[in-house]
């Protein structure tokens, strides 16, 4: 099985594994252009990917081939029916289990066994904006800059207390650091739109759009 995978430094060092199954080699690129030089793939991977035209035709070079994009925002709803959208985010794939969305049911064991060879499994869910952990994480961060703003405590006290207290990896402030406020901003503002909840807080508008 041969993986084309388009990843930056840390995504590459959250999703590789120590070692691949017997049979298996995965080619790590930098540049979307180079998915076409590989028409001897098992399946894409694009951990950068970039909801445009010129991107999706580079990963439909071959119709036939799984494609496997980081894409949390948005849906499967208008791209190529062998896509498949991950929570690709900056930490969630450190975890053992991927979340992932996918149109043709025929795939999804291939798709399973692909990650299989990174040693996680792959978790199926609907396919909505933010799968649910992004979401969730989302909604924690966003509280957490309301509580900024009612001057509940700093930032600093509110990571510790997340962390001390929920045994989360990351305090949301630190997490949104490492995720990328754009990209929490990104998805509370596609949530807002039919959910009110996901109203993004003026704080973290006021920094994410910087």
Not at 4 to 33: F, H, M, N
Request: with cysteine.
């Amino acid at each position: 099985m041969k993986l084309v995978v388009l990843a930056d430094d840390s995504l590459k060092d959250e999703l590789q594994a120590q070692s691949l199954p017997a049979g298996s080699r995965v080619e790590w690129i930098s540049d979307p252009a180079y998915f076409s030089r590989h028409s001897d793939a098992d399946a894409f991977i694009d951990l950068l990917f970039i909801n445009e035209p010129a991107r999706i035709g580079l990963l439909n070079s071959n119709p036939s081939l799984p494609v496997i994009i980081n894409y949390v925002t948005g849906t499967l709803q208008e791209l190529p029916s062998q896509f498949i959208r991950i929570n690709g985010w900056a930490t969630f794939l450190k975890r053992p289990v991927v979340e992932a969305s996918c149109k043709d049911e025929l795939i999804k064991n291939k798709v399973s066994a692909i990650f299989s060879a990174f040693g996680k499994t792959t978790n199926w869910v609907p396919d909505i904006a933010g799968f649910i952990s992004a979401r969730v994480v989302a909604a924690i961060i966003n509280e957490a800059y309301f509580a900024l703003e009612e001057e509940v405590s700093t930032k600093e006290d509110m990571d510790v207390a997340m962390k001390s207290g929920t045994n989360y990896p990351y305090g949301p402030f630190e997490w949104s650091d490492k995720i990328g406020l754009e990209n929490i901003l990104a998805l509370l503002t596609e949530l807002n739109k039919e959910q009110p909840r996901y109203q993004p807080a003026p704080g973290l508008v006021k920094e994410g759009i910087h």
